[in-house]
């Protein structure tokens, strides 16, 4: 049960039926695992390590323990001990590919982006087909500009896991920094496709229409979030900003306003409603000295 919840992203619901099961066998270490990896889903890491304290001691010699202990000390802040961790491992595990991970992103945690295409290089040449490999050779390959190699790693990607809902999500990404905006639309619409819930394909969607201004298109799919979870700030933002762009600014003001209430220090959005309320509204307009007590 635990685990078909964890398939399903349902973190928390997985947490209750993996705590039962070590509760019913103390011993159970797969279970005390499968709690480190929900742990960390939801970026509980010192919960994740305690879980992993408690697996180790009933499951040895496996790497993917290790592996997860070490990506929770990057969750932490703690680099050090993370790259301790991984290079532990590449020396009883030299193949092991989620330690080449780990430690290409220590690599772009401290800006060194060469170094991190050289360890995903490492890690795609043991596994020629690894999805996480090949889409972050292609994110890296672009920002390093070298456009040929990200077109070649993200369609290998597409070609690899044409069923894979988050391929298509950094496919449609890549186009529109490469600024293939029709490209991108029908990447991103086949990702929703394939995974109907995929909030993240529908931002970059709505991101989409709104730079190709389709406004009005960009904010029914803010709408739709919205309704989704009230509670995502970016899709008040930027159906305010399409609202502006369609100059209906009472309501770009109002929706930034809901937009505030739930993140009260997102400055990007301030910036916007305070900026558009100085060109809008009247020096007595009540609703200034309400904006103003922020700061």
């Given at each position: 049960?635990?685990?078909?919840?964890?398939?399903?992203?349902?973190?928390?619901?997985?947490?209750?039926?993996?705590?039962?099961?070590?509760?019913?066998?103390?011993?159970?270490?797969?279970?005390?695992?499968?709690?480190?990896?929900?742990f960390?889903?939801?970026?509980?890491?010192?919960?994740?390590?305690?879980?992993?304290?408690?697996?180790?001691?009933y499951?040895?010699?496996?790497?993917?323990?290790?592996?997860?202990?070490?990506?929770?000390?990057?969750g932490?802040?703690?680099?050090?001990?993370?790259?301790?961790?991984?290079?532990s491992?590449?020396?009883?595990?030299?193949?092991?590919?989620?330690?080449?991970?780990?430690?290409?992103?220590?690599?772009?945690?401290?800006?060194?982006?060469?170094?991190?295409?050289?360890?995903?290089?490492?890690?795609?040449?043991r596994?020629?087909?690894?999805?996480?490999?090949?889409?972050?050779?292609?994110?890296?390959?672009?920002?390093?500009?070298n456009?040929?190699?990200?077109?070649?790693y993200?369609?290998?990607?597409?070609?690899?896991?044409?069923?894979?809902?988050?391929?298509?999500?950094?496919?449609?990404y890549?186009?529109?920094?490469?600024?293939?905006?029709?490209?991108?639309?029908?990447?991103?619409?086949?990702?929703?496709?394939?995974?109907?819930n995929f909030?993240?394909?529908?931002?970059?969607?709505?991101?989409?229409?709104?730079?190709?201004?389709?406004?009005?298109?960009?904010?029914?799919?803010?709408?739709y979030?919205?309704?989704?979870?009230?509670?995502?700030?970016?899709?008040?933002?930027?159906?305010?900003l399409?609202?502006?762009?369609l100059?209906?600014?009472?309501?770009?003001?109002?929706?930034?306003q809901?937009?505030?209430?739930?993140?009260?220090?997102?400055?990007i959005?301030?910036?916007?409603?305070?900026?558009?309320?100085?060109?809008?509204?009247?020096?007595?307009?009540?609703?200034?000295?309400?904006?103003?007590?922020?700061?």
């Open positions: 049960e635990g685990k078909e919840l964890q398939l399903e992203e349902d973190w928390y619901g997985a947490i209750e039926y993996f705590t039962e099961a070590t509760r019913q066998n103390s011993s159970y270490g797969e279970a005390y695992f499968k709690l480190a990896e929900c960390y889903a939801v970026d509980e890491y010192e919960l994740a390590l305690d879980s992993l304290a408690s697996a180790s001691k499951i040895k010699n496996r790497s993917d323990l290790a592996n997860l202990e070490g990506f929770c000390y990057i932490l802040g703690d680099l050090s001990k993370a790259e301790e961790v991984f290079s491992i590449l020396v009883s595990f030299p193949n092991d590919i989620d330690a080449r991970f780990g430690l290409a992103e220590l690599n772009i945690l401290k800006g060194r982006v060469s170094g991190a295409e050289k360890e995903y290089k490492q890690a795609l040449s596994q020629n087909t690894n999805k996480k490999a090949l889409l972050s050779l292609a994110l890296v390959s672009n920002e390093l500009g456009q040929t190699a990200t077109n070649n993200i369609n290998q990607a597409l070609k690899y896991h044409s069923g894979n809902a988050e391929v298509y999500y950094f496919a449609a890549l186009a529109i920094q490469q600024g293939d905006l029709e490209q991108a639309e029908s990447r991103v619409r086949t990702a929703i496709h394939l995974k109907k909030d993240e394909a529908y931002k970059l969607l709505a991101d989409i229409l709104y730079k190709s201004q389709r406004f009005e298109e960009c904010i029914e799919i803010c709408k979030r919205i309704a989704l979870n009230r509670d995502e700030s970016s899709a008040w933002y930027l159906r305010g399409a609202s502006k762009a100059n209906n600014f009472e309501d770009a003001l109002s929706y930034w809901t937009g505030l209430d739930i993140d009260p220090q997102d400055e959005m301030r910036s916007a409603l305070e900026l558009l309320a100085l060109e809008i509204t009247d020096i007595e307009d009540p609703r200034r000295e309400e904006w103003s007590l922020y700061h």
